[in-house]
């Protein structure tokens, strides 16, 4: 035969084979699609999102050039800002509570004073419209409108900040840059700038931010400068955004969740290849007459293996087009779905490199996965024909084989590296995953031998009938605990992670610990703060001087000799951020010494002060104990030597430090001091509240309780991003369920019919069946629970750092649904079988 | 080139089963001259269906050597095999082994379209009006009664003009009137084609019906006798 006549015929063959099986071939690519639509979609809504943030990146900051620091600006530089741009707008922002004076409830802000016309591009969209515009004419304010439902404001009413009452002007919709989760987190407050000093929170070592935004006519024009911009911006530790890097910081900011939703769906696609892998395996079972009638005729062993490659690939790519479209119409839901996290608009238009891209990944998946179970054919021997029964099994290793695990390594691998760019974390992906499917085999295959090992044979007929269905040859028990365990995993993890935060800041909020943080006291203040708080019988738990400060010198390095010289082993972003530190004579009790020895007090004179630092910041730092660090305490320079690292336990709820000075040193320096206390109501919590927002306007609060419901939605929000995610997963291992039992219900289908033909009445049959996908289903559930609690154990002792004690209702419903999941999509696809006359059946299988 | 189209030498079988050798054939000479027709007959288990399988190169012999066409096949890989069994041989089965997902035609012009013949269609139809079942060309193995789906096997046997054909119990799941026009129908194609026949069946009667009897007992060959009178 030539070349070309050799490959017609094939494809002649695949598709005179296919043509009494497409809908069973099409049932095994069905695994997929749905991988390949979440990638598509995936793919897609990237695409989008990055023409969309360089569409929107100018209305995302607002201004040309942004300039911001948290350091109050020299006069120097006040004269230099002044001089940039056509157009400028400034602001200082800082957090403080608001005071709502009808209802009289309080909460933390945001709070940000404004001047100038900010934003020149995009709006801040307010109700009623163009309120923002109207802004710096009088003592009004714009108020988000999270907080205005919170305490049922509504425009027109006034609040309160620190000594100055303002009028809601306009309810806060949207402000650029700004997500819808974090205007909950951070409900911001906008006021003119004119009237912040009458609120007398600008006090010295109050922590501000301040912003210079600019316009600059000619863009040609802020490109020259920039550089000079920047120069003078380092020098004076101000950081410089522009549309250009905010586009860029944007881009990143969302690749990471982008390539974190795309490896999710590529897993719900590794799920999809398996079950394509395990159904084409059934199917070249079913094959093997045909295989070796085409031996026996003459067909070489590639040219068999052929046929049904063609087929699969055919599919595939039929699979991968209908996938595509699916995810085309998903992808039309992702922006509503991740819109909490963004801070654009997204449009949905169709990306064809994304569709180009889900195409071929999707062809590709079904080419590799399939040729493991394929390569069976090559080995069929022509003597079946003449035996029922011939062993082709074949002791010695195939290289064949080997060579197929490679392509599947690389090609995971390579996957990874495509959506990762890093072939570090590709690889640590790939073994992740490989781990991940081996636990979830190896507890299904120990599942399964327990089961045949611990057989219930004392139990009723159509209970063992049932639960030895597990076990029996051609079973697709192990598949299909990998699927429905792993998405089972994915959800039960979700929901004890959910749980462990909840019940992390419960704790910290329990009987007898502190629950209301107040902080900013002036030392001024300090005494009658803790007067007003005893005075209500509220108990002073802890009261802590903070004084903020900055790194200086680390051994004798200063920030611009680490920046200039990156062999000095000294970071030069540890000279960026403020400190707040502390002193004390003593430790706490969340706190350990693991290195060097605890000063508590610097001895007389000019002795030598030494500093404890918190373990992991002084690795940051890359500083060891005995080194010589400087600090400047809000001017004066204090030199110090490293005495000690700490270990502290960050769960606590109460002040720990990076940074603690002995007393003897800081007691002079400008502070503030935060004060905790227990309220055991949310009426005393509020009454609280008030009362120190009218005595102190300056004090900031912090409700746990509020954290805690902030923390709820936060975790909502996610949970609804991670539970969409992990649908494709869920469903797709419904779909490798629903494709399992119609591929054995082939096998079970003879089974059937005899059981019937001897007696059994259909009642029963049905029984058996429920029971086998019942058995499957709980199987399945419980591997993906142990493993989800594998996971929360460990995320429990390594990351949260305390007990695991996972609550069994919720884990126990979640199996219940699993079970019944199962169970129904079982019989449903059974119960054609079921009602089909045994003869037909019988005659069929003659 | 000598007038055997098959030749069999000092042909063994053996299996092993649990640690131990079970030898199922034993030491088998014998050929079998061009366009004769010859019979295997033997009891259950004694070796004749193995015996089949090794002369056409569907199993691999444990000794001893097999020739088709003066081509020794026994130590050819399982490609050159087929290549081998797509020129020279055409079989038919106890069971007809048709292709379920082929049509009627389809599974007639497999061997013929292996073999990368053109125009093939006309002379598959001829076989197939040959056998009977020109009206059935297109319908599918499971529409076709026994008998019929035997006289497909028939028709696609014959397809590509083989040199010698084997047939394992071509009546063995058929009824006694089936059987017979099927046994007819292969007698009147073999001499049509002069394609020489080893026809393996525990049917004395029909094994009559052909020129030579080999009787296999317990793996061995225990007698090679003409049917013919005055012939060896």
Known sequence: MSKQSEVTWLFQMAWRDSRRSKS?????????????????????????????????????????????????????????????????????????????????????????????????????????????????????????????????????????????????????????????????????VYIPMAYLQGTGLMQKGSRVNYSFRYRFGDP?????????????????????????????????????????????????????????????????????????????????????????????????????????????????????????????????????????????????????????????????????TLRASVDTSNSTPDRLKALVYFIIIIFLVSFAYLQLGDLKQAGIFTAGIALCFLILVAIANLLTKLARRYFPSNWAYLYRQGFSNLFRPNNQTVILIVCIGLGTALISTLMLVKDMLIDKVTTSSAEGKANMVLFDIQSSQKEAVAELTRGRGLPVMQQVPIITMRIEEIRGVTASEARRDTTLDVPARAFNSEIRSTFRDSLTSSEKIVDGAWVGKVAAGNAKVYVSLEKRYAERLRVRVGDEMTFNVQGALVPVIVGSFREVDWNNIQTNFRVVFPSGVLENAPQFHVLMTRLESPQQ????????????PNISIIDLNLVLNVLDNLMDKLGFVIRFMAGFSIIT?????????????????????????????????????????????????????????????????????????????????????????????????????????????????? | MTENILSVNNLSKVYKAGGHDLTVLRDVTFSVKKGSMVSIVGPSGSGKTTLLGLCAGLDNSSAGSVYINDIRIDNLSEDEKAG????????????????????????????????GEKDIKRGALELLEKVGLGERSHHYPTQLSGGEQQRVALARAFSNRPDILFADEPTGNLDAETGEKIVKLIFELNRESGTTLLLVTHDLELASRTQRIIRLKGGELISDLSTQPNQQ
């Open chain 1, 220 to 384: 040609e024009r802020l490109r020259k400068e920039l550089k000079s911009i920047k120069t003078f911006a380092e020098n004076a530790s101000m950081d410089v955004d522009t549309i250009e890097s905010t586009k860029e910081e944007t881009g990143n900011t969302f690749q990471n969740m982008t390539e974190f939703m795309s490896l999710v769906a590529f897993i719900a696609l590794l799920l999809g290849c398996i079950g394509v892998a395990s159904a084409v395996h059934i199917y070249v079972k079913e094959k093997v007459a045909s295989v070796s009638i085409l031996r026996c005729l003459g067909a070489t062993a590639s040219q068999t293996t052929l046929i049904y490659l063609i087929q699969i690939a055919l599919v595939g790519l039929a699979g991968s087009v209908f996938g595509s479209l699916l995810g085309l119409l998903i992808q039309q839901v992702l922006p509503a779905v991740m819109r909490d996290f963004l801070p654009i608009e997204i449009t949905a238009s169709v990306s064809y490199p994304a569709v180009l891209q889900g195409i071929s990944t999707g062809l590709l998946v079904s080419i590799v996965f399939s040729i493991l179970p394929l390569l069976t054919v090559r080995k069929v021997s022509p003597l079946n």
């Open chain 1, 733 to 846: 291992g419904i779909i490798v369920l629903i494709t399992s039992v119609l591929i054995s219900r082939y096998q079970r289908m003879r089974e059937n019919v005899l059981l019937r033909t001897l007696g059994a009445s259909t009642r029963q049959v049905l029984t058996i069946t429920a029971l086998e996908y019942f058995f499957l289903g709980a199987l399945a559930g419980i591997t993906g629970i142990l493993l989800s609690f594998m996971a929360g154990w460990g995320l429990a002792r390594y990351n949260f750092k305390i007990a695991f004690s996972p609550d069994l209702l919720p884990s126990l419903l979640l199996l219940i649904s699993v079970c019944m999941m199962t169970v129904v999509i079982g019989l449903l696809n059974s119960k054609s079988t079921l009602n089909a006359p045994p003869l037909e059946i019988l005659r069929k299988e003659g």
């Open chain 2, 84 to 115: 081998i069994r797509s020129r020279y041989t055409g079989f038919i089965f106890q069971n007809f082994q048709l292709l379920p997902t082929l049509t009627v035609l389809e599974n007639v012009m497999v061997p013929l379209e292996l073999r």
């Open chain 1, 24 to 188: 069973r071939l099409f049932l095994f690519i069905s695994s997929i699609i749905l991988g390949i639509a979440a990638l598509v979609a995936i793919y897609s809504f990237n695409d989008n999102l990055k023409k969309d943030i360089d569409h929107q990146a100018a209305s995302l900051i607002g201004a040309d050039l942004v300039l911001s620091t948290n350091k109050q600006p020299s006069e120097k530089t006040e004269e230099y800002l002044k001089q940039l741009g056509d157009e400028r707008s400034s602001e200082k922002s800082f957090v403080s509570m608001i005071l709502f004076n009808r209802s009289g409830g309080s909460r933390l802000v945001q709070v940000r004073a404004l001047e100038g016309k900010f934003p020149f591009y995009g709006q801040i969209e307010t109700v009623p419209k163009g309120a923002a515009q109207e802004l710096s004419n009088s003592n009004s304010a714009l108020v988000d409108k999270t907080v205005m439902l919170q305490f049922g404001a509504s425009n027109g009413d006034s609040i309160r900040l620190g000594e100055q009452s303002f009028i809601i002007s306009g309810t806060l919709e949207s402000v650029p840059g700004q997500t819808g989760l974090s205007s909950s987190i951070a409900p911001v």
């Open chain 1, 685 to 696: 919590a509020a009454e609280f509240q008030q009362a120190i927002v009218l005595n102190f």
